[in-house]
């Protein structure tokens, strides 16, 4: 989310300058693509814990040092 853009937009309603509809369509976006990211930043977190803890490598310590781990963690940031 774009933190200036959403003050920006907030303040002015806030201040009761001029603004419309489009203003406050724009603000309910910003907060959403903010909430969806934290949201994907979550469930990624989780779902390497959930590998690093189901992963059978050999001598695994079920860390990020283990090639299975960071090729999973890749895979997910592309």
Do not use: P
Request: glycine content about 6%; hydrophobic content about 30%.
């Amino acid at each position: 989310m774009d933190e200036d853009r959403f003050d920006q937009l907030y303040n002015r309603i806030l201040d009761g300058e001029n603004w419309d509809y489009s203003t406050l369509d724009e603000l309910i976006g910003l907060s959403e693509s903010g909430a969806r990211e934290k949201a994907r930043q979550e469930i990624e977190k989780k779902a390497i814990e959930a590998y690093k803890k189901a992963c059978t490598c050999i001598g695994c310590n079920h860390c990020d040092d283990c090639d299975s781990v960071r090729e999973f963690i890749q895979f997910l940031n592309s």
